[in-house]
């Protein structure tokens, strides 16, 4: 077995992201974006107060991604805690944006001193990272997302892997239940770590 395994999102986890986006879509669009509804179907309105029909979602994320990734800032306590972790751990960060967009992300993430293999992906990140543990051969993995969708996915395709649900956006994590897949809720990285180095340490995830 090689060394234990980190597989963290980036956005709302590493960088800051829905918040710029709701100025972005006001300032561009006239859209406005309610931090306090779950989901972008819901929280994405209109100037009419209907919401933005569904096909037109990924469009805006992928003009936002093209256009405004320099409005992102770091989470606090982020690149720090890659650092510590990184000292005992191989560190990959899996985003939900497409392939188009890596060479932005990584150069993002190097504006912050954060210097890790990125992966890009659509949908489910189960099947991805059950292919990194196939790759790598890792002692223990600890899952990282804002989203329960994925730890959804990674229960179901990679079920010996720590998950922890994280939202660094204050505004939208007091909003969110905590992810039913997740073992554990933790929103803070400074609180994350000892989590995160404790269950790398401890091997594979138990049922």
């Known amino acids: ?27 561009a669009h006239g859209f406005s974006f309610d ?26 994320l992928d003009d936002f991604f093209t256009t405004e990734m320099h409005r992102q800032n770091i989470v606090p306590g982020a690149a720090e805690a890659l650092r ?26 190097e504006r912050f001193e954060i210097r890790h293999r990125v992966l890009c992906n659509r949908g489910g990140k189960g099947p991805p ?8 051969q890792p002692s223990a993995v600890v899952f990282v997302d804002d989203l329960p969708v994925h730890h959804q996915s990674v229960a179901a395709h990679a079920p010996d892997v720590w998950r922890l649900h994280m939202i ?13 897949d997740a ?10 770590v000892p989590w995160i180095r404790a269950r790398l340490a401890e091997g594979p995830a138990r049922a």
């Open 1 to 27: 077995m090689n060394r234990p395994l980190l597989i963290t999102d980036c956005d709302e986890v590493l960088l800051h992201m829905v918040g710029h986006f709701a100025d972005w879509v006001a300032e």
């Open 35 to 60: 931090l306090s509804a779950p989901g972008f179907r819901n929280a994405l309105l209109q100037k009419d107060g209907q919401p933005v029909p569904a096909e037109r979602i990924w469009p805006l």
């Open 84 to 109: 510590e972790i990184g000292e005992m751990a191989e560190i990959v960060i899996l985003t939900n944006i497409g392939d188009e967009f890596e060479a932005g992300r990584v150069a993002q993430l």
């Open 129 to 136: 990272v059950a292919e990194l543990i196939a790759d790598m």
């Open 168 to 180: 660094a956006e204050p505004r939208l994590a007091a909003h969110t239940p905590a992810a039913p």
């Open 183 to 192: 073992h554990a809720r933790i929103d803070d990285w400074a609180e994350a």
